[in-house]
């Protein structure tokens, strides 16, 4: 049974620039969740897609967007990326009929901006 | 409203002691408590969760105390061995509210275990 999966590990790039973040959910999950996790400190709540729709939104502004595909899995869009972008950008699936909350973590994303 | 505070920052125990993390949170719609693991270069993984209808919980080694009219929750890690070093969150959400889905973590523990 597949785990959540992300692409790529670590990915560099510099300020100004675009990037996207791939995950795909673990296997039977609907919901993806998308985190940013600084060095040193906890994950903070990016945004949360069921549907293809964005149902929940963290405090982070419009450069940050995403989308979920049919197949559940999703993208993650930084837009005019800022030195302090640089972060673990974790995926984390769950099963809305669960409605326990239950979130299962990907490995992440290291992003790092020059 | 919504932060959850995790303590201490950093805790050094012996291989077989006991190994207490403490969390406290104010948002009384928070339902919902589990505890992630993490190791360096990974992704946090779910250890235990709690729910504040029950005071404790218990898988193997690990156990989760929740004081709700206080508003803070534990973890305790029984017989701690090396293999337990490791960053600790601990989070909280409104699984049955309008939160539903935003965990809401702790700054982090790192857990050392001497052997």
Sequence with gaps: DAGVTQSPTHLIKTRGQQVTLRCSPKSGHDTVSWYQQALGQGPQFIFQYYEEEERQRGNFPDRFSGHQFPNYSSELNVNALLLGDSALYLCASSLDRDFTDTQYFGPGTRLTVL | ?115
Aim: charged fraction near 15%; proline fraction near 6%; include cysteine.
């Design chain 2, 1 to 115: 409203q919504q932060q959850v505070k995790q303590s201490p920052q950093s805790l050094i125990v012996q291989k077989g002691g006991i190994s207490i993390i403490n969390c406290a949170y104010e948002n009384t719609a928070f339902d919902y408590f589990p505890w992630y693991q993490q190791f360096p270069g990974k992704g946090p993984a779910l250890l235990i969760a709690i729910r504040p209808d029950v005071s404790e919980k218990k898988e193997g080694r690990f156990t989760i105390s929740f004081n709700k009219s206080a508003k803070q929750f534990s973890l305790h890690i029984m017989d701690s061995q090396p293999g337990d070093s490791a960053t600790y969150f601990c989070a909280a959400s409104s699984a049955g509210g309008t939160s539903y889905g935003k965990l809401t973590f702790g700054q982090g523990t790192i857990l050392t275990v001497h052997p």
